[in-house]
């Protein structure tokens, strides 16, 4: 009962542990498939086959090297040889994968200290927010050592004559690039194919040999050669063990075959040759069994007498002895293989006849010439060749006479000799676009040629156009195939090198192609092919040539906004050149050379609409702001134009504007806005200067009569000066004051008009304005004394001043207002006549 209960334990304790060994094992390779192991020498590479099969989104992964885990941070340490996100990475480590899911890579320039465990980490995330880490749990063992991995050739259990075999030699090994390669040193004529793994579930390169083998081959040594870097460094040798059936069964008369009554005569089977040994002899006489399992037998009757050599592999009859009454040779003929005849296989021609006694000789006739005399019936040819073709008799010789064969004709058939191949024109380089025939060339053939295969590169062309206009394509080595049903020949190879412009240029942007002004930016024109090599390359902008180089980079420096544009490349070799386009090369700047466009003009009339906009060269990607401002101060006013809709005589100033953008800012040069008055505001200023011209005329007379006084007030060296003053009204005095002052200024800018006369008759008048230094007046000009007060107050009586001289003449100014004549209208003036000009005293 114990011992029930212990065993129902441990049936559970068994299949507890297989549970866990079926689901932990599933669970180490539900990410990633890695490859086992993998052998390799130093100073050679080695592919590290690895897929993911993870369902997760992977971001990245990273390749680690004897990686341990680390309880305290909870994470992997070791050498992380390659990580997929990032492009520069260590010089031996490159990622061959083909898809985002062959995560596959080759280690160069192996070391003994690469020799370790290789796991994979992959980053990601499952779903959208929670994050995937996941190492895989197997290995990926790499073995770096002198030895390497080894050699292996697949033995044959057992070879047949005339039965197709295979022989199968394989490394577990396959870089490409590492120089490598499996040969096989045979005698054999057979057909030799190579084959590569290269995936997760191993590594490998295999040849095959593949021949006929055929009774001579037996006991021959195959050997298998593995060459690296040139040189032989291991190799692996069968010898064939052909099974074949007896060769060259003869019967051996010991003595002549003539039978004396009461006397017997010893008949021996003899077999030349084979394998397995020890055939089993069977004696026939006259077609029936005689005896077996011995090859010697007596015979004393009358009779045909053969035997029969048989082993595993098959069954040789000897020719039959006919012991019989004495006569010459009878039905003398030569028998040959059937089918063709192969050149090189071996051949016997056997000259049959009945006789007795029996021939002791044969002569051998080719073309009806002797050849060959023998005491035997057979004629062998170890290895045909086309040379042994023709037409053979042979004579068979007794003691009673001899006989002649019919001829009989040996067709020795071969494959395809001395096969080359013709290039029109023949020359060694040719440019693309000429006209080329190719040509396979057969010296000799028998039966016809009835295939020709082309190979181009070692590769077999499907269709081949034997005329041809040459492309950059068809560069390459050529070689054709010919072939009959004996076999086939190859030819010579024959290089054509083709010569062509670049191709497929292309011009790219290194990073990004958006720039800043002061950044530096790089091209680089990149050609797929060409022949000769690119000798230099041109740099365009736009349509125009910017640089010629002899690299295929350019770089910009210190960036301008006017480098901005589209960009070019033209690769050039000997042949032609090849041109690519950029994208566009976009620099964000501040904007430049602001300026201010007005329409219709800086001088306009006022109540006249004006135009103003604000122009900048800048960045057409960028958005602008723009500020205006008039006489230094801001205007509420954003956009590129600012339209003044009826202009003012305070519109009057200087105008200019700021452009803004992300990079900075630029103002605009300054723009004076000049206003001009109207025709209905010159006329009527002219209206109020006629009423005015009145009011002088009354002053004109009252200084007259007071004539005295007036000379005292012109007298440079009193120091009290009268004058009268005129005070305009408010509206009319705000016009004269400067559009930029305030209020307050206008106020100290009031000027004070007094009336003088013109000159008198007497011309004492001329002579105090001619010792002022002043030219003589017009008789007709009236003359307003303007002089600056000493307040802001605005005075109407006359008063004196005790300034001196040069003070007064500094501050009196005049005004000189034409006396007009008295029959001219003031409608026929035109307002272009009507006019104040200000004089210096």
């Not at 064939?240 to 060259?248: C, G, H, R």
Request: with cysteine; glycine share 4%.
């Amino acid at each position: 009962m114990d011992n029930i209960q212990m065993w129902r334990k441990l049936n559970f304790l068994v299949l507890v542990f297989l549970f866990n060994c079926v689901f932990n094992n599933g669970d180490i390779d539900k990410h990633v498939i890695l490859a086992n192991s993998v052998y390799a020498w130093n100073g050679s590479c080695a592919i590290l086959p690895c897929t993911i099969t993870s369902y997760a989104t992977i971001d990245y992964y990273m390749w680690y090297f004897n990686s341990e885990y680390n309880s305290e941070t909870q994470d992997f340490t070791g050498t992380i040889i390659h990580q997929s996100n990032i492009r520069s990475q260590s010089k031996n480590v490159v990622h061959i994968g083909k898809t985002a899911k062959d995560c596959t890579i080759v280690i160069t320039d192996l070391q003994k200290k690469d020799t370790g465990y290789y796991r994979l980490r992959l980053i990601g995330k499952l779903g959208k927010l929670e994050d995937f880490r996941w190492m895989s749990k197997s290995n990926l063992s790499l073995s770096v050592s002198h030895a390497g991995p080894s050699l292996k050739i697949q033995t044959v259990p057992e070879m047949k004559e005339n039965t197709q075999v295979t022989l199968s030699c394989s490394i577990d090994y396959y870089c490409p690039f590492y120089d490598m390669s499996l040969t096989w040193l045979q005698d054999l004529n057979g057909d030799v194919k190579m084959y590569t793994k290269n995936d997760t579930s191993g590594i490998s390169v295999s040849t095959t040999l593949t021949f006929l083998p055929s009774w001579k081959d037996h006991s021959k040594n195959v050997s298998c050669v593995l060459h690296r870097t040139n040189e032989e460094t291991d190799s692996r040798t069968i010898q064939l063990d052909v099974k074949y059936a007896p060769q060259n069964v003869h019967i051996i008369s010991e003595s002549p075959i003539k039978l004396i009554e009461g006397k017997m005569i010893t008949l021996t089977c003899s077999v030349e040759s084979s394998n397995p040994p020890n055939p089993t002899i069977t004696w026939y006489k006259n077609g029936e069994i005689f005896t077996t399992k011995t090859n010697d037998i007596q015979c004393k009757e009358t009779g045909k007498y053969h035997c029969k050599a048989e082993n595993s592999a098959g069954t040789r009859e000897s020719d039959a002895v006919e012991i019989s009454v004495l006569h010459p040779p009878k039905n003398v003929f030569i028998k040959k293989p059937a089918g063709n005849i192969k050149e090189g296989s071996p051949v016997t021609l056997i000259c049959s006849t009945v006789a007795n006694p029996p021939v002791f000789l044969y002569i051998w006739y080719k073309n009806y010439r002797q050849c060959f005399n023998s005491s035997d019936s057979r004629y062998s040819f170890s290895s045909v060749t086309d040379g042994d073709s023709g037409y053979y008799k042979c004579d068979a010789i007794n003691d009673q006479g001899r006989n002649t064969s019919p001829a009989t004709h040996l067709d020795v058939k071969y494959a395809p000799r001395n096969v080359k191949v013709v290039v029109k024109p023949d020359t060694k380089q040719l440019k693309e676009g000429t006209e080329v025939t190719f040509e396979c060339i057969v010296n000799s053939s028998n039966p016809e040629v009835t295939y020709i295969a082309w190979y181009q590169n070692n590769k077999f062309v499907v269709t081949f156009s034997k005329k041809k206009s040459i492309l950059a394509k068809d560069a390459g080595t050529y070689m054709c195939e010919a072939s009959n049903e004996i076999g086939r020949s190859s030819s010579n190879k024959v290089s054509v090198e083709v010569l062509y412009p670049p191709k497929n240029s292309k011009c790219t942007i290194v990073n990004s192609n958006q720039k800043k002004e002061g950044e530096q930016v790089t091209f680089q024109c990149q050609s797929q092919q060409s022949n000769p090599v690119i000798s230099s390359y041109e740099w365009f902008k736009g349509e125009n040539l910017y640089k010629t180089t002899n690299s295929d980079f350019l770089k910009l420096i210190n960036l301008q906004w006017n480098d901005a544009g589209t960009y070019s490349c033209k690769a050039i070799n000997t042949i032609g050149s090849s041109k690519g386009e950029c994208r566009g090369l976009y620099i964000n700047y501040s904007p430049k050379n602001v300026t201010i466009k007005v329409s219709p003009g800086n001088s306009v009339t006022e109540n006249t609409k004006v135009q103003l906009n604000c122009t900048a060269n800048a960045p057409t990607l960028e958005k602008l702001t723009y500020s205006w401002y008039h006489n230094d101060q801001p205007l509420l006013k954003y956009q590129k134009e600012y339209a003044l809709e009826s202009i003012q005589m305070d519109h009057a100033g200087e105008y200019y504007c700021v452009v803004y953008n992300d990079v900075g800012s630029s103002k605009s040069q300054v723009l004076s806005l000049h206003v001009l008055y109207s025709s209905s505001t010159i006329g009527m200023y002219a209206a109020s200067g006629i009423v005015s011209l009145i009011i002088l005329m009354i002053f004109v007379a009252l200084i007259i009569r007071f004539g005295s006084r007036l000379k005292t007030c012109r007298n440079t060296e009193s120091s009290d000066l009268s004058f009268f003053v005129l005070k305009k009204p408010r509206s009319e005095l705000s016009d004269q004051l400067d559009q930029h002052a305030s209020s307050e200024d206008s106020l100290e800018r009031i000027n004070y008009a007094s009336l003088q006369f013109p000159a008198s008759i007497n011309g004492r008048q001329s002579q105090s304005r001619a010792k002022a230094n002043h030219p003589d007046p017009d008789p007709n000009d009236i003359y307003s004394v303007l002089k600056k007060p000493k307040s802001t107050l605005e005075y109407e009586n006359i008063g004196s001043s005790k300034k001196t001289q040069d003070e007064s003449q500094d501050e009196i100014h005049y005004a000189i207002i034409p006396n007009l004549n008295r029959g001219t209208t003031v409608r026929e003036r035109g307002p272009e006549t009507e006019y104040a000009m200000l004089k210096k005293c």
